[in-house]
C-alpha cells in the first residue's frame, strides 16, 4: 500500500521535554510539509522540505526541528522552546513542490501535561 | 492581505437532506482552489479542484462550484449520508511553489 504514515497516534509530554513526531511515505514524493492544525484555525506550516537535505521554515517554525535524511521519512521534533505545543500535527507530501495536490498522513495528536 | 473564509463554521442536517458550504477568499493572483474533506482525528482528503477556468465539477454526490469573478467557491453535497460527517477545507494555492491558503473549515454532522 503506498501511503503517509505517523506516529505515534497520541503523544503526551511533560512541560520542558523535547519530542520527536515520525512522518514516513514511501510514494516516492520529493516534498514533505509539517502542518499545526489548532481547533477554530486553519493548517498552519511549520517547515517543508522540496528535496533530500533540505528545508525550509515556515510561517511557524520557532520552537521546531525538523530533518530530512532520507527521502522517506521527515521527523519533527517539538522542542521545549514551544511555548504551546498541544495540538494536532499533520504531515503531508507532494510529487515535488509544484505539485498541486497534498497527501496527508493520519495526525499526531500532542498534548502537554 | 490573502485570507480564505469559509461559512458556516458548523452545520447540522439530517440524513438525505442537501447542504452547501461556502468558501470565500481574497487571494491573489489566485491559481486553483481545492476542497478537502477530514474525518475526526485524521488527515485531510483531497475531494476536488477547480482552477481558474472551471465553473462546476462533481466527484459523485460532491459539486464544487467556483466564481473567480466574486472570489467564491461552493461546496454542493446531495443526498447526505452519515458517512459525511466531517471537517470540510477549502485550500487556495497562490502562484508560487508553497503559497497555499487553508480556511479554517465547516464542521458537518450528519444526523440519521
Known amino acids: 500500500d503506498g501511503g503517509i504514515t505517523q506516529s505515534p497516534k497520541y503523544l503526551f509530554r511533560k512541560e520542558g521535554q523535547n519530542v520527536t513526531l515520525s512522518c514516513e511515505q514511501n510514494?516516492?514524493?520529493?516534498?514533505m510539509y509539517w502542518y499545526r492544525q489548532d481547533p477554530g484555525q486553519g493548517l498552519r506550516l511549520i517547515y517543508y522540505?522540496?528535496?533530500?537535505?533540505?528545508?525550509q521554515k515556515g510561517d511557524i517554525a520557532e520552537g521546531y526541528s525538523v530533518s530530512r535524511e532520507k527521502k522517506e521519512s521527515f521527523p519533527l521534533t517539538v522542542t521545549s522552546a514551544q511555548k504551546n505545543p498541544t495540538a494536532f500535527y499533520l504531515c503531508?507530501?507532494?510529487?515535488?513542490?509544484?505539485?498541486?495536490?497534498?497527501?496527508f498522513g493520519p495526525g499526531t495528536r500532542l498534548t502537554v501535561l | 492581505k490573502n485570507q480564505v473564509e469559509q461559512s458556516p463554521q458548523s452545520l447540522i442536517i439530517l440524513e438525505g437532506k442537501n447542504c452547501t458550504l461556502q468558501c470565500n477568499y481574497t487571494v491573489s493572483p489566485f491559481s486553483n482552489l481545492r476542497w478537502y474533506k477530514q474525518d475526526t482525528g485524521r488527515g485531510p482528503v483531497s475531494l476536488t479542484i477547480m482552477t481558474f477556468s472551471e465553473n462546476t465539477k462533481s466527484n459523485g454526490r460532491y459539486t464544487a462550484t467556483l466564481d473567480a469573478d466574486t472570489k467564491q467557491s461552493s461546496l454542493h453535497i446531495t443526498a447526505s449520508q452519515l458517512s459525511d460527517s466531517a471537517s470540510y477545507i477549502c485550500?487556495?494555492?497562490?502562484?508560487?511553489?508553497?503559497?497555499?491558503?487553508f480556511g479554517t473549515g465547516t464542521r458537518l454532522t450528519v444526523i440519521p
Open positions: 485550500v487556495v494555492r497562490v502562484g508560487g511553489a508553497n503559497n497555499l491558503f
Open positions: 503531508a507530501s507532494t510529487r515535488h513542490i509544484n505539485y498541486n495536490e497534498q497527501f
Open positions: 510514494l516516492n514524493h520529493d516534498a
Open positions: 522540505s522540496q528535496i533530500v537535505n533540505d528545508f
